[in-house]
């Protein structure tokens, strides 16, 4: 049982900065300002050493490094990294880690792209997971490495202006960019003619993902690891117009809408269709070569196992300059006809859910439960927190 | 105001340079990586939708649908990249009426 926290150090790297240093010739040689001279040094040496411990001093340099136009850098904009606090649920112990994901797009090809269609093919190669330096304390120990040949389609969101509408839209556009805050872009007449404009002109949106892949999961430590063969079927939803029956019916979004109501973000109940949760459903055949769950009942043939995710996010609120948003996923493993002893380990099925309220400006809650695949138990994680950039 | 009508972002152009794009309604912290790389496949084409369907805009020479929707799909996945960074992709790919086109 463990959890998984995201610290933070403003105030660290703000000392860090600003720790002073002194020419050698305006310093006193008293006993005195020895001692002064030996506890700022230690200070300092503290400040290093606890920068070292935060994972937000690794995430800024990556982001720097990431940030690099240099061509040698190329991999790191490719490879997303982000360094975490992992921490045990009784708070005894702590350690540095990182969760990272790699995703390059090898091939592809678009073979219709005619208006608002497109039809294509990509082959690309994903990796996933937390890593825990001291892995005991990793609370999500599962990695995902491997390749995908999806084809993707999409169809509709939007119809097309006339010439004439074409070049009013980009003078508003260039007059709603010269605004400095939401407040008066909202209260502003370019405003209201863009919308009149532009809104007619959103549709609804169908995106289909259709893919084969080939995985390898696995824990930190690769002990335990099985092969994943799927087929998959992403769908995607939205009705980017919130006049359509889509947005309006959309259910799942309507606490969020009346957070939104309630808190002056909209002046109407609007629910909208942009957030139609996403799905994705995949059918693997697992060979789980190292597995020792299943080993230990004997049990070490391939099985077919079913795959659902889904994920749903949402504006809740725009206050001041800050958004907050409220998001969750659930993903939901179940092996097809597995055997009695599997259903009597509780190896047949894993679920995962995760939902959180974030904000822009810091604040956040969260909380997730149950395990992935080889996660050694379910956990349950509350968060709670305050996240700064720097 | 793509961003804006597409329920991403209400913030002013100006001063949303440095906003990264973890900070947008699309990027679920929670979901999957293979979850995210398709919801901003769907956001980019999306995207491209309303630059050529409504702004009226053309692909910069040398640009094609697939170039477009790559460069825009590869800043949608990374989390720490910027609204700036963002622009920069669009201003390379797409050619807006106001460049030219009218």
Not at chain 1, 68 to 76: E, N
Not at chain 1, 149 to 168: C, D, F, I, M, V
Not at chain 2, 73 to 83: H, I
């Amino acid at each position: 049982m463990s959890r998984l926290g995201v610290a933070t150090a403003a105030a660290l790297a703000t000392m860090l900065v600003c720790m002073p240093v002194r020419p050698a010739a305006a310093q006193d040689s008293t006993g005195a300002a020895l001692v002064a001279r030996v506890g700022s040094l230690h200070a300092g040496l503290d400040a290093v050493r606890r920068a070292l411990e935060d994972p937000e001093t690794f995430n800024h340099l990556i982001d720097r490094l990431a940030g690099s136009d240099s061509g040698g850098w190329r991999l790191l904009q490719d490879l997303h990294v982000k360094f975490k606090t992992f921490e045990t649920a009784d708070g005894n112990t702590r350690g540095l880690g990182f969760s990272y994901g790699f995703d390059k797009i090898v091939q592809q090809q678009a073979f219709d792209t005619a208006g608002t269609a497109y039809t294509g093919l990509d082959f690309h190669l994903q990796s996933a997971g937390n890593v825990a330096f001291r892995s005991a304390i990793n609370p999500r120990d599962f990695l995902n490495t491997g390749a995908t040949l999806a084809l993707q389609r999409s169809r509709g969101g939007a119809t097309p202006t006339t010439e004439a509408e074409q070049r009013t839209i980009g003078e508003l556009e260039q007059k709603l960019a010269l605004y400095e805050s939401e407040a008066e872009i909202r209260q502003s007449p370019e405003l209201r003619q863009y919308l009149e404009i532009v809104a007619p002109h959103l549709g609804t949106q169908l995106a289909l993902e259709l893919g084969a892949s080939a995985k390898l999961e696995s824990d930190q430590k690769f002990e335990q690891k099985q092969y994943a063969y799927a087929a998959q079927l992403g769908l995607d939803l939205k009705a980017w117009n919130r006049s359509s029956t889509l947005a309006r019916w959309n259910l799942v979004d309507w606490p969020a809408a009346i957070l939104r109501y309630l808190s002056g973000t909209d002046p109407r109940f609007t629910p909208r269709g942009s957030t139609i949760p996403t799905v994705r459903l995949a059918m693997a055949r697992v060979d789980p070569s190292e597995n020792d769950g299943r080993e230990a009942l004997g049990v070490t043939s391939s099985y077919t196992r079913f795959n659902l995710e889904a994920a749903y996010r949402s504006l809740v609120a725009h206050v001041g300059d800050g958004d907050f948003f409220i998001e969750s996923d659930l993903r939901w493993y179940h092996e097809l006809r597995a055997p009695s002893v599997i259903r009597a380990a509780g190896l047949d099925e894993f679920t995962y859910f995760a939902a959180a309220l974030t904000s822009t400006q810091g604040p956040f809650v969260s909380y997730s439960s149950g395990r992935l695949p080889l996660d050694a138990a379910a956990d349950r994680v509350y968060e709670l927190g305050w996240k700064l950039d720097f | 105001m793509a961003l804006r009508m597409l329920d991403q972002s209400v913030r002013p152009f100006r001063p949303s340079g440095t906003v990264p794009m973890r900070q947008l309604t699309y990027f679920n912290a929670a979901v999957s990586d293979e979850l995210r790389r398709f919801l901003a496949g769907t956001l980019a084409k999306q995207l491209d939708n309303f630059f050529r369907q409504i702004d009226g805009a053309r692909f910069e020479n040398g640009t094609d649908p697939v170039t477009a929707l790559s460069d825009l799909t590869a800043v949608l996945l990374a989390a720490e990249r910027s609204m700036a960074d963002l622009a920069a992709v669009v201003d390379q790919d797409y050619r807006f009426w106001e460049e030219g086109e009218a």
